[in-house]
Each structure stands twice: as structure tokens, then as C-alpha cells.
């Protein structure tokens, strides 16, 4: 019932809250995980004076014997006891869960990332987990600043799946508090510190599908508080479009890494990103419609030939937005940044005053680095 990782994880717990040598045995003293110091041999349990027992299930199980009694012997005892039992308990409820979590993850990988998907076959799987592939999805991508999903975290207490899980099911509490609790919203953990929401977009079957995706662009702000809130650590979040079929659920999560890289950029991490945040130089980065690519390219070129522009802007930017600091770097009154501000909006048809134009111009600034100018003589 105790395998050796449930019994290294209890050690390990108490370890930390006694800071001294112990073991944990099973009910005839037999050692089944013990601290650094200490061999693995069996230990006669009618003499040893600090022997504490945890039970399961209404039976005496195992036993944590520490080496010294502690000066509040009688106050921690019922403290190890507990901690012991409920390591033991999340332990045993983990390992009984089925690996459904695990191939579901698999499974969502495979269908967002494989180079060659069989779509029949990933069809078939699908079912197994009774989603239907075929409802309008979007995909968000979640990455988690927490250092005990990286690979170079020591997890000597076996923590790593009870994260995982508690974060998932972070994430779906999240998504139930603000939008219609739906079994057709899929979680996945995707390795690394990545997850994904594939959202449904229809409440039901009769649901608009145009004002279902502009409701939820709006509501964009609004479930990244909640998810801030649920999850309790930095979290950068990507947001593709809505494109129809499986290959269009596939460019929008890969839509939705792109927001997330682009957004760590040329803002910060720990923020939510749209795509349609980069709108104005996306199709500089996808190179799919020629009409939107000579407008994005029209925009760089302006920037690039306007040294006042991007001084101005590029000193907004810097000091965060702020009117005042910014005039005050530039030696200039705070009523001529407005004028001049004013003047780029009217030019590039974009507000650096609104963070969402504010991103699309600073992308545009930082590419214009790397780019020529067409109109530069």
C-alpha cells in the first residue's frame, strides 16, 4: 500500500519540521526511509521512546521514529501525526487517479503539435475522451512561473503531480467562475511550465457564433485576473483567433505561443496577449495576405523616416506610459507631448496612449530595427 516514494515523501515533509534524524518503519521496525545519516536496519518499536504512529483507514500503519525526543514532544507528536497521514492520504488518492490526465495531455499535444496528424485516428481518440472535435474551439496558452515544473528543480518530496494537478484544476475553477461551466473546455498540461485551454465557444447549440467571439475577446481581461487569482504566481497568457477545423484550432494555439513570445518581447511577461495585439506587423511575421503586408510595411517605413516620432515614442515606452516623466526626459512641456502625441496618432491611425495600439507600435519599432526602409533614398 506504502510504495517507496509515498514513504520518502512523508520523511521528507516531517524531516522539514523537526530538522533532526528520523525514519519512517512499518509495524514490525523495519526501515523504509530514513535520513541521510541513518542505515536502513530494523528498529525494535517497544524501545524506541519516540516513536510516533500514523494510521490509515483506522489502522496503525507505519511509524516516524526520531532519534531525540524534541523539547515539545507532547504538542508535535499529534502535528507529525497529522502531517504524515495527510502526505499519505494525497499520496494514495494520486496514485489510484487513473493515467487518464496523463493520456489526455498526450493526446492534446499530439493533436497541436504533431507535423502529420492522422486525423482519423486522433478522431477515434478523441472519443475515448468524449470531446468533440468538431465544436468551435480557441486555444489559450498558459506559462506558469513556477520553478518546480522546470527541470532543474529538486522535488525530494515527490511535489510535481500534486502541482500539476492543483494548478489544472486552478485553471478549470477559473474558467467555471466567469463563463458557463462547460465539459467542453479542455485543460491540458503541455511539459515544461505550459498549459492550454482549447475554449468552447458556444454556450449552446443555438449560441452566435460571431458574438460568442467578440463577448470573449472582451472578457479577456477580466478571466486573467481570475486565473491571476486562482493560480497565485506570475503567469503569461496567449490568445489565438478563431479559425474552423482542426487545422484551425492548430493555428490558433500556435497563434497563442506566438502572442506569448511576442508580448515577452516587446512589453513584459506575466500579462495576457491577444494576436490581434501584433495585428498591424502579424503579417510581416506570417507573410499571408500582400494587401495587409504593404499597409504594415507602409507604417514602418513612416517610423523609420520620423527620427522625432520614434524618439518620442520610444521615451513613452520607456518610462511606462507616463506623461510626465516622459516630458521631463525629452525637456519639453508636458502639453507639447500631448500635441505630439496626438500628431502620431493621426499619422499612424494607432493611440500609443492605449495599451493595445501601444504594443502593436513599440513590435513595429523594434522590427523597423532590423528592416530598410523602403522609401530610404
Known sequence: MLSQQIADKIRAKVSALVSQELRLTDASGKTLSQTASLKPETIDLAGASWAIPFAYGGSTVRYIVLETEMPNHDEIAPLIRSIAE???????????????????????????????????????EARLFDIELDRPRIAIVIQLDDPALTPRFQDPAGDREVRLTRHKFGINRALDSFYTSSRA??????????????KDLLASDDTDLPAALESFKKSLSVIYSIL????????????GNYHPGLEGLRQSYHEAISAIELGAQTWDADRIYHIDDFGVVAPLLSGVDENNIYFSREL????????????????????????????????IHRNTLVYRLDRITETLGLDPRTFEDAVQIKLAILYNRFVEPRHAA
Not at 499519505?88 to 495531455?105: A, K, N, T, Y
Not at 491571476?228 to 490568445?239: D, F, Q, R, W, Y
Not at 517610423?303 to 516630458?327: C, K, V, Y
Request: proline fraction near 4%; charge should be negative.
Open 86 to 124: 495527510l502526505v499519505m492520504h494525497q499520496s494514495l488518492v494520486l496514485e489510484q487517479i487513473p493515467r487518464q490526465d496523463e493520456r489526455l495531455d498526450k493526446f492534446i499535444y499530439d493533436l497541436l503539435n504533431q507535423p502529420q496528424p492522422e486525423w482519423s485516428l486522433l478522431a477515434a
Open 185 to 198: 473546455n479542455v485543460v491540458s498540461y503541455l511539459g515544461g511550465t505550459s498549459f492550454c485551454i482549447l
Open 228 to 239: 491571476k487569482s486562482e493560480l497565485k504566481l506570475p503567469a503569461t497568457v496567449g490568445v
Open 300 to 331: 514602418l517605413d513612416r517610423l523609420g523616416e520620423n527620427h522625432e516620432i520614434i524618439q518620442t515614442l520610444e521615451a513613452f515606452f520607456n518610462f511606462d506610459m507616463s506623461l510626465t516623466r516622459t516630458a521631463e526626459m525629452l525637456k
